[in-house]
């Protein structure tokens, strides 16, 4: 059985940083091209972050609003992907999706920014 | 950034009848390999995202038949047969051809 498990979220101030952690099992994730999603409160849904497998050198790709702020990673030894988020913003506030392409997602985690 | 315009954003049918919801994208999303990445998923209340049509037409993994996808370059419908209960929540188009990644604005299916 395919498992994705996020953690991570919270509330925090503008500016401030978050790690999202994604544990998964289930499928052979050292080939997987790994996926963050979100979800904002409006319920619009919006690609943030991709990293290839060790295959591909792990090459990563963000959205435009994202680059420079988020980090996508991830530790095969651990079947597990991680986004860190710094300087964030308001507008950053969503439910965080991992997933594996559109296959496989996760429960989802709330990150929220306010002062 | 590839814009998918997703009609109608609300339906409400009876159980038993059949819908259809149609999805445009600003370009053609035929890719270089001769494959168009349009897929379709389905967020049930309270749930994340479930892929439910592949590739225009290929149903996703425990997707019943009663769904069924068509289409193609810029042009594209979800059909469900026979809507049933379970099918309620919010269906979403998403291109995966060009990047970045872009999603529909969803249609929402309530149960009359």
């Known amino acids: 059985e395919v498992q994705v498990l996020e953690s991570g979220g919270g509330l925090v101030q503008p500016g401030n940083s978050l790690k999202l952690s994604c544990a998964t099992s289930?499928?052979?994730?050292?080939?997987?091209?790994m996926y963050w999603y979100r979800q904002f409160p409006e319920k619009r849904l919006e690609w943030v972050a991709r990293?290839?497998?060790?295959?591909?050198?792990?090459?990563?790709d963000y959205t435009e609003s994202v680059k420079g702020r988020f980090t996508i990673s991830r530790d095969d030894s651990k079947s597990s992907i991680y986004l860190q988020m710094n300087n964030l913003k308001e507008e950053d506030t969503a439910i965080y999706y991992c997933?594996?392409?559109?296959?496989?997602w996760g429960q989802g985690v709330m990150v929220t920014v306010s002062s | 950034d590839v814009v998918m315009t997703q009609t109608p954003p609300s339906l409400s049918v009876a159980i038993g009848q059949s819908v259809s919801i149609s999805c445009k994208s600003s370009?053609?999303?035929?890719?270089?390999?001769?494959?168009?990445?349009l897929h379709w998923l389905l967020q049930s209340p309270g749930q994340s995202p479930k892929l439910l049509i592949y590739?225009?037409?290929n149903l996703g993994s425990g997707v019943p038949d009663r769904f069924s996808g068509t289409g193609s370059q810029k042009d594209f419908t979800l059909k469900i047969s026979r809507v049933e209960a379970e099918d309620l929540g919010v269906y979403y188009c998403?291109?995966?051809?060009?990047?970045?990644?872009?999603f529909g604005s969803g249609t929402k299916l309530e149960i009359k």
């Open positions: 990293i290839k497998a060790k295959s591909n050198n792990y090459a990563t």
């Open positions: 997933a594996y392409y559109f296959d496989y």
């Open positions: 370009q053609s999303l035929v890719y270089s390999d001769g494959k168009t990445y």
């Open positions: 590739q225009v037409s």
């Open positions: 289930g499928f052979t994730f050292s080939t997987a091209w």
């Open positions: 998403v291109q995966a051809t060009h990047f970045p990644l872009t």
